[in-house]
């Protein structure tokens, strides 16, 4: 931070840009005003650096020493920028401004300050505040609510994102589980087909007519998978589960948590992870 001096020259101009941050509390919709122990004027958060210094990064390091804790500056541009002559000497001061959201935190003044209120942008516009502080208030209510516009057009557009995706997703269900019905018609062909091909006699595997039905069989199987409707793996040996198995010749009551299977009698088929036929096996 820069002292103010005065010129030394008749002609001379020093530059001094004075940077100030507009904290607002949207959830109580008031402005953070402090009141320097060195002045009677309430006023805003920041201080006075020289022209060639990051101004957004300097505004935040000096208002985190004056209340303790750290503060982002909402816009990307000022919201108040004016330049005006100062009396002593050749001085010419840029004052700016810029605005951020309050969102929560305990302040605690540096020793510039003498105190702090919340004051809504009515009561700033009523009081007996500088022009400085009417104007930099007024301009940022007019930011605030670009930003809230600009939020509101946000979530709408993600709501809208999300519930085409939702349709999307909900539209592939729909698409899965429709011919649900038709495929459960089918499965008994298919296993029909599975039934030919796995007891063609031997030396006949080259026949055209047994080779057609293979050609059928896989065509039929390679339709299946496009509709993301696989076999449940089962296996001899395999632990009981009636999720996705069905037993047979045994009495459910008979069954223990160690049964096992012992054959499968029909294969089981899953749409995705929906089971639309359980496997039907033998136990033991």
Known sequence: MTKEKKCDCKNATNIKVSIKLVVYDPTEDKFLLAKRAS?????FFGGTVDGD?????????????????????????????????RRVGCDDYVQIAYVAMYEGGKIALSEEHKKYEWVDAEKIAKGKYTPW????VQKALIRIEQMKG????????????????????????????????VINDMLP???NFHAATEHIPEGEEDNPWVTG????????????????VSRIEVAVGDEFDPMTMEAIKKDEEELDEHATVQKIAQPGYKIGEKVLRPARVVLK
């Open 39 to 43: 002045t009677k004027e309430w006023g």
């Open 53 to 85: 210094e990051n101004l957004p990064d300097t505004l935040m390091r000096e208002v985190k020493e004056e209340i303790g804790m750290d503060v982002t500056y909402t816009v990307e541009d000022t919201i108040y920028a004016k330049r005006r002559s």
């Open 133 to 136: 502080v009417k104007e930099c």
């Open 150 to 181: 600009l939020e509101g057009w946000q979530r709408t557009l993600a709501d809208f994102d999300n519930y085409k995706k939702r349709q999307a997703e909900q539209q592939k269900e729909f698409t899965k589980y429709a011919a649900e019905g």
């Open 189 to 191: 062909v298919l296993d």
């Open 213 to 228: 039905i293979m050609f059928i069989q896989q065509q039929m199987d390679k339709v299946f998978e496009e509709h993301d």
